[in-house]
T-cell receptor, first 111, second 116 residues
Framework: RKEVEQDPGPFNVPEGATVAFNCTYSNSASQSFFWYRQDCRKEPKLLMSVYSSGNEDGRFTAQLNRASQYISLLIRDSKLSDSATYLCVVNTYTGGFKTIFGAGTRLFVKA | GAVVSQHPSWVICKSGTSVKIECRSLDFQATTMFWYRQFPKQSLMLMATSNEGSKATYEQGVEKDKFLINHASLTLSTLTVTSAHPEDSSFYIC????????????FGPGTRLTVL
């Protein structure tokens, strides 16, 4: 089982749609959680950190469920510019600091 | 957010030559940096963890004698691809975690290596 698992997609949605991405992680000792976006042929960029109480940044909402070891990202009112790969990222600190990346979920927003 | 630079952004070299890629944290210090490789349409693959003042830690299947890593200072790590071959052609990306509460990773812009 992978340490961080995501639905690879692709998700094809029309502009204005709401889309949700899910991610599960296997190490219960994981301590910090993030969503990154990666555009084609570019480096990943931090979209948002995921806090225990959940957090929102404009059209983006992230949730964390530690009991279920589950992270989500909700994008409302999708824009064409949201088309990218979204990476779920987890930091663990057992036996040293390590960052684990999910394989990413591809999103295509269509006009 | 924090800034990580990488140099060069792209390089083309002949088979058998060595290529050095630099990764710098510009506005923060990083005792640890990470090196990744990404092939087209595939996910990031962690190659190694670069540790300032000590040896790098390599992931399983990554040849340490082929991918030499040196973490020369708190703001600089280098990856040298030795005796490069066409199959080493890839997108190499470094990242550095901040020392804040959540240790967010910030990535360099990547180096696109093409070996002829």
């Amino acid at each position: 089982r992978k340490e961080v698992e995501q639905d690879p997609g692709p998700f094809n949605v029309p502009e204005g749609a709401t889309v949700a991405f899910n991610c599960t992680y296997s190490n219960s000792a994981s301590q910090s959680f993030f969503w990154y976006r990666q555009d084609c042929r570019k480096e990943p960029k931090l979209l948002m950190s995921v806090y225990s109480s959940g957090n929102e940044d404009g059209r983006f909402t992230a949730q964390l469920n530690r009991a279920s070891q589950y992270i989500s990202l909700l994008i409302r009112d999708s824009k064409l510019s949201d088309s990218a790969t979204y990476l779920c990222v987890v930091n663990t600190y057992t036996g040293g600091f390590k960052t684990i990346f999910g394989a990413g979920t591809r999103l295509f927003v269509k006009a | 957010g924090a800034v990580v630079s990488q140099h060069p952004s792209w390089v083309i070299c002949k088979s058998g030559t060595s290529v050095k890629i630099e990764c710098r944290s510009l506005d923060f210090q990083a005792t640890t940096m990470f090196w990744y490789r990404q092939f087209p349409k595939q996910s990031l693959m962690l190659m190694a963890t670069s540790n300032e003042g000590s040896k790098a830690t390599y992931e399983q299947g990554v040849e340490k004698d082929k991918f030499l890593i040196n973490h020369a200072s708190l703001t600089l790590s280098t990856l040298t691809v030795t005796s490069a071959h066409p199959e080493d052609s890839s997108f190499y990306i470094c990242s550095a975690p901040t020392s804040g509460r959540y240790n967010e990773q910030f990535f360099g812009p990547g180096t696109r290596l093409t070996v002829l």
